[in-house]
């Protein structure tokens, strides 16, 4: 039950953050009520707690990055500036493929539970 529970709370949580509504203990229980998925009441509380204490976007875009890797150095700045556009926009499009898997695993998840 607690992966099931972790998991609704994750995508919970994901799914605020995306839409840009504050995340809070309250808001993940009901998103995960809403959903029919039932996890115990401490839950919630210590996602919300974790999405306070860290920036979600960095957990995101971090998910198996080693925290002691050095940043390449850019030998030629101009190309370098060139690329952070590009960077941008590719980061932004796997935020959203990442995000729309979520909401897609929330509702499989939600189906495995009620059948």
């Not at 309250?26 to 999405?51: G, R, T």
């Not at 080693?66 to 150095?73: E, Q, W």
């Not at 935020?95 to 695993?105: G, P």
Request: proline share 3%; glycine share 2%.
């Amino acid at each position: 039950m607690s992966n099931t529970s972790e998991l609704a709370c994750t995508y919970a949580a994901l799914i605020l953050h995306d839409d840009g509504i504050e995340i809070t203990a309250e808001k993940i229980a009901k998103l995960v009520k809403a959903a029919n998925v039932n996890v115990e009441s401490y839950w919630p509380s210590l996602f919300a707690k974790l999405c306070q204490k860290k920036n979600i976007d960095d957990l995101i875009m971090n998910v198996g990055a080693s925290g002691d890797a050095a940043a390449p150095v850019a030998t030629n700045v101009p190309a370098a500036a060139q690329a952070v556009p590009a960077a941008e926009e590719t980061k932004k499009k796997k935020v959203y493929i990442f995000i729309v898997c979520l909401r897609t695993q929330l509702q499989l998840l939600n189906t495995n539970l009620t059948i």
